[in-house]
């Protein structure tokens, strides 16, 4: 019995974790057939678009029913009618305040595959997403979402009567539905994504497989706001533990990333989503405990399985005796980490 007299404590791993994962597994084996279905074709985009569709679709089912999700256009009254409107993969918008202006019916499309255009100030959210984590897909991933500079330059005054701007809490996240073996080595992936953190509420995003590690593991991406140039961490894998090079912001503060992959990091990613919409997110800390576990912690332990290696251990902790190194921590060897 817990302290205030409840039957009831936190428990870890929580109830249902692996069954909020199942929503997981399905988009990806969407994602699967669709890849299996174009293989002998010169052209495959088909499975990139079933990405984007699935993941609405999960996010639709997810989220609160205040906010809806769409694919389609943001429209700002301070954009002329003569500039190209751009087309974003996923948006989440508040369905309850805001008016469609127009829909761009497909009748191939599902009901959240319809191109919606939405007013700027009910926008709270942009995704895009992409099939595989390498270089190339991050910097497309950047350039598409550094479209948004614009909308972002600045915020409206409170009570505007004509908003022109994303409002304060809009952010901005990407999705990779898998790290192929073939990329484990691409570091550059984070080197390129890591321009995206100097747009106005970048969270990081999600990869939602690798090849090589068990059916749970997810790959989570970390925004850090770092007080000195740490450099880059990329002397192991991308599926083991990551990060970028250093952007510097101003004097004493540099934005970098972080990837690492855990089971619980879907669940952990979902929760953000929700708490970054209610404005109650907070980096460095678990949005909930909702659907949070893992195998191990089935097991009866904390201590991350795919460590277990002695030489994966070691690799660890020289590397993270580095990081504290680089960060002016004395006194630390490998051994005692």
């Known amino acids: 019995m817990s302290n205030n007299g409840s039957p009831l404590r936190a428990q870890m791993p929580t109830q249902g974790w692996k069954q909020f994962l199942a929503a997981r597994t399905r988009m990806l084996a969407a994602y699967d057939l669709a890849r299996d279905l174009e293989?002998?074709?010169?052209?495959?985009?088909?499975?990139?678009?079933?990405?984007?569709?699935?993941?609405?679709?999960?996010?639709?089912?997810?989220?609160?029913?205040?906010y809806a999700?769409?694919?389609?256009?943001?429209?700002?009254?301070?954009?002329?009618?003569?500039?190209?409107?751009?087309?974003?993969?996923?948006?989440?918008?508040?369905?309850?305040?805001?008016?469609?202006?127009?829909v761009e019916e497909n009748p191939d499309s599902s009901g959240q595959g319809k191109?919606?255009?939405?007013?700027?100030?009910?926008?709270?959210?942009?995704?895009?997403?992409?099939?595989?984590?390498?270089?190339?897909?991050?910097?497309?991933?950047?350039?598409?979402?550094?479209k948004l500079k614009p909308l972002l330059a600045r915020l409206d005054p409170p009570n505007s009567r004509s908003e022109l701007h994303l409002p304060a809490n809009f952010f901005c996240a990407t999705v990779f539905f898998e790290l192929?073996?073939?990329?484990?080595?691409?570091?550059?992936?984070?080197?390129?994504?890591?321009?995206?953190?100097?747009?106005?509420?970048?969270?990081?995003?999600?990869?939602?497989?690798?090849?090589?590690?068990?059916?749970?593991?997810?790959?989570?991406i970390y925004f850090r706001n770092e007080n000195i140039d740490t450099g880059p961490n990329n002397s192991s894998s991308l599926s083991f533990w990551t990060t970028s090079k250093c952007l510097k912001y101003k004097d004493d503060a540099y934005f970098s990333l972080l990837l690492t992959f855990w089971e619980q990091h879907f669940s952990e990613f979902a929760f953000d989503i929700i708490a970054l919409l209610k404005r109650t997110y907070h980096p460095n800390a678990l949005s909930s405990?909702?659907?949070?576990?893992?195998?191990?912690?089935?097991?009866?332990?904390?201590?991350?399985?795919?460590?277990?290696?002695?030489?994966?251990?070691?690799?660890?902790?020289?590397?993270?005796?580095?990081?504290?190194?680089?960060?002016?921590?004395?006194?630390?060897?490998?051994?005692?980490?």
């Not at 691409?186 to 690798?210: K, P, S």
């Open 289 to 337: 405990l909702y659907c949070m576990g893992s195998t191990a912690m089935e097991n009866g332990s904390c201590v991350e399985t795919r460590c277990a290696d002695p030489e994966a251990v070691k690799m660890y902790q020289k590397e993270t005796a580095a990081i504290l190194s680089a960060k002016g921590f004395v006194g630390f060897e490998p051994s005692d980490l």
């Open 180 to 220: 192929r073996k073939e990329h484990e080595k691409d570091f550059a992936a984070m080197d390129e994504l890591v321009e995206a953190t100097m747009l106005r509420g970048f969270y990081g995003g999600i990869i939602l497989r690798a090849d090589t590690l068990d059916k749970y593991y997810s790959g989570k």
């Open 69 to 102: 999700v769409a694919s389609g256009y943001i429209i700002s009254p301070g954009i002329s009618s003569s500039e190209h409107m751009v087309h974003y993969d996923v948006i989440i918008y508040d369905q309850l305040e805001s008016p469609v202006l127009w």
């Open 115 to 146: 191109s919606l255009a939405i007013p700027v100030e009910y926008v709270h959210a942009v995704f895009e997403v992409k099939s595989a984590f390498n270089k190339k897909s991050s910097k497309e991933a950047v350039e598409q979402l550094s």
């Open 39 to 66: 293989n002998n074709k010169l052209v495959k985009t088909r499975h990139g678009r079933v990405a984007e569709a699935e993941f609405r679709k999960w996010l639709s089912e997810f989220l609160p029913k205040r």
